[in-house]
Nanobody
Framework: QVQLVESGGGLVQPGGSLRLSCAAS????????MGWYRQAPEKQRELVAT???????NYADSVKGRFTISRDNAKNTVSLQMDSLKPEDTAVYYC???????????????WGQGTQVIVAS
């Protein structure tokens, strides 16, 4: 069973910083893209940032220049450094990864359970 576990959410004041981390565990053969998505109350889940296995990144326009995604392929982890946070960044943040389990030829979209980020004074 492959799973993703996030950590690092919490309450922060506007202008502050938070770092989210996500670790993939289980019987893993390969991980392709990894990323972060978020869902605010009464809104659809949206892409925040993604990173490929070779380090190419993609960001939502709303977070460019403020958020930085990174990954450690050896540890099967992905992180999201969030700086200059705004109240509109408040959401549940979900880790996502495209994973091929060991002894399988199929990749699956795997999601974490989510971690709450609240930006408020």
């Amino acid at each position: 069973q492959v799973q993703l576990v996030e950590s690092g959410g919490g309450l922060v004041q506007p202008g502050g910083s938070l770092r989210l981390s996500c670790a993939a565990s289980g019987s893993i053969n390969r991980i392709n893209a990894m990323g972060w998505y978020r869902q605010a109350p009464e809104k659809q889940r949206e892409l925040v940032a993604t990173i490929t296995s070779d380090g190419s990144t993609n960001y939502a326009d709303s977070v460019k220049g403020r958020f930085t995604i990174s990954r450690d392929n050896a540890k099967n982890t992905v992180s999201l450094q969030m700086d200059s946070l705004k109240p509109e960044d408040t959401a549940v943040y979900y880790c996502n990864a495209y994973i091929r389990p060991r002894f399988s030829s199929v990749f699956s979209d795997v999601w974490g359970q989510g971690t709450q980020v609240i930006v408020a004074s």
